[in-house]
């Protein structure tokens, strides 16, 4: 099997302006999850794609080998990561010359994540052959069958999903899980199959919460920084 490491960041960010390069304890926020990829043991290479020339020298520090100028039309605040991995994985394949089985994507805006967490999820994707997806994931906070309503037509706030008989304590409900970006295993084939990770056959690889924190907001960042700093 070969397995892809991929680091997929852009310069820009609505949430928190630079987010990826927005110094996080004293370093770029991107610089955590490189680190924690070359301490996998579960890649055969690691590659970066961005459109972020100071990203790219960050890369160049850690020895990335493989470093993708990412095309602005792939660096839009729309543009889906699924169209980013295809292009990474045909430019990687024809310049390498080398059939990829599997690429793992490490989200840098999830800095705490370890790499039990990123190889647990591999090891998933690859133990189980009918899984075109794993994703890592925890426990969510809020639950759609307890806790999570949503507006009907009528302007009346009703339950996500029906419990049926009602529930009096969130431990009664089935239990749902929230994403984290920390891995996202994606099948080479899943690529061209399906036009979404969320159309594919996913299974989710179940990681602590406090490393599955996701930065999208400045509350986020504080939460991450305050956290980091708690662990010294």
């Known amino acids: 099997m070969f397995v892809l490491g991929t680091i997929c960041c852009r310069a820009g960010s609505k949430g928190v302006k630079n987010k990826n390069i927005k110094p996080l304890c004293g370093k770029p926020l991107v610089t955590y999850t490189l680190e924690t990829a070359q301490q996998c043991s579960v890649f055969n290479d690691i590659l970066v794609s961005t459109d972020s020339a100071e990203i790219i020298s960050i890369a160049a520090e850690f020895n990335i080998q493989y470093i993708i100028n990412r095309p602005a039309h792939l660096a839009a605040d729309d543009t889906s990561k699924w169209d980013v991995f295809i292009q990474l994985l045909e430019q990687y394949e024809h310049d390498k010359n080398i059939r990829v089985d599997y690429i793992a994507d490490m989200d840098a805006t999830a800095p705490l994540k370890a790499k039990e967490d990123i190889e647990a ?57 929230s994403l984290s970006p920390s891995a996202f295993v994606i099948k080479r084939d899943a690529l061209y199959q399906y036009p979404h990770w969320s159309k594919a056959n996913c299974m989710l690889s179940i990681m602590p919460r406090n490393r599955a924190v996701d930065i999208d907001t400045e509350m986020d960042f504080a939460f991450v920084d305050f956290l980091m700093q708690q662990k010294g």
């Open 121 to 177: 999820a591999v090891h998933m994707a690859i133990a189980n052959p009918a899984a075109d997806v794993v994703i890592t994931a925890y426990e969510a906070e809020s639950n759609p069958y307890f806790n999570m309503m949503e507006i009907n037509n009528a302007g009346f706030a009703t339950m996500v999903k029906s419990p049926g008989d009602a529930l009096v304590c969130r431990q009664h409900a089935p239990a749902v899980y």
